[in-house]
């Protein structure tokens, strides 16, 4: 549902770039603009893909209802969202990104979850020369290839946790030992290189640096690794690795003043491990709140 706080600023700028001069105002029409995409229905990713779909099509609704989006010259914009499931896996992204142009005749696209489909997205909407707007994959690395089409939403992945560590120095300037666990997959990787690299600056010692392979269920080898006495863990990678780690973690009765994980936390099914989510934090994309 994140996207759907920065959807209206984004789609605007979108249409601007597909929809210059329309129509003159005299006469102002109807258009339907047709998204694109594809979402993890099935797969590893099938509850972060979920919420993608759910609320991009709840913005598409919400959006309809009201008449769509006018633009300056009077142009009303009403959308239709088209998706096909990825099933969590790359070799079937691009193959659904060139029907999602080729034969659905999308306008414009949005990423698939998680920064390895969208990085395979990339390569089609860059070739076919569509507009994509990645709403849910934030690995730098994705950026720095010289994709003129693709525009992020997402925090970029290095300053997914750096925040958890200035938040730890705030609360304890005492601490001083970090252990991070992480996914071997390229969100998670590009996230904790730069903790690793943030913390160091700020002078922590990171204690553990460790990988678990994506689909990892038994985190046992992991959490005896992290030695005793350190200030803080994180690391994760997506939902349903990084639900498993917590769990086990309050299983083994870890003891830790802070425990940062990735994606899992702000998911509310992440409640349902109960006591063993007590107290673990992420990140959140953006704040009502937020005096910026």
Request: aromatic share 10%.
């Amino acid at each position: 549902m994140k996207f759907l706080k920065s959807c209206p600023v984004i789609l605007l700028a979108v249409l601007g770039l597909l929809l210059p001069g329309a129509v003159s105002s005299a006469l102002a029409a109807e258009k339907t603009v047709v998204i694109g995409f594809t979402a993890s229905r099935t797969g590893k990713l099938n509850v972060e893909g979920m919420r993608q779909i759910n609320g991009l099509n709840l913005w598409v609704e919400q959006v309809n209802k009201a008449g769509g989006v006018k633009l300056p010259d009077g142009t009303q914009v009403k959308f239709v969202a088209k998706d096909y499931d990825d099933e969590s896996k790359k070799e079937r992204v691009q193959e659904l990104y060139t029907k999602l142009i080729s034969t659905d005749k999308a306008d414009f696209l949005i990423s698939p979850y998680s920064s390895g489909l969208a990085d395979a997205a990339a390569v089609i909407a860059q070739q076919y020369n569509k507009i994509m707007i990645t709403t849910g994959a934030a690995s730098d690395s994705t950026y720095k290839k010289g994709y003129t089409l693709v525009y992020q939403a997402y925090t970029p992945a290095s300053r997914y946790l750096t925040g958890a560590l200035d938040l730890l120095g705030k609360l304890d300037p005492s601490a001083k030992k970090v252990a991070i666990v992480h996914e071997k997959d390229k969100f998670s990787t590009d996230v904790v290189n730069a903790l690793k690299a943030y913390g160091e600056t700020k002078g922590y010692q990171i204690a553990l640096f460790e990988g678990y392979d994506s689909g990892t269920t038994d985190f046992a080898p992991f959490i005896n690794k992290i030695p005793p006495g350190v200030d803080a863990i994180m690391g994760g990678g997506h939902f349903a690795d990084t639900t498993t780690f917590a769990k086990q973690l309050y299983e083994k009765k870890v003891k830790t003043k802070m425990i940062a994980l990735l994606v899992a936390p702000p998911e509310p099914k992440f409640a349902e491990l109960g006591e063993a989510c007590i107290s673990v934090i992420g990140s959140s994309q953006w704040e009502p709140l937020a005096k910026y």
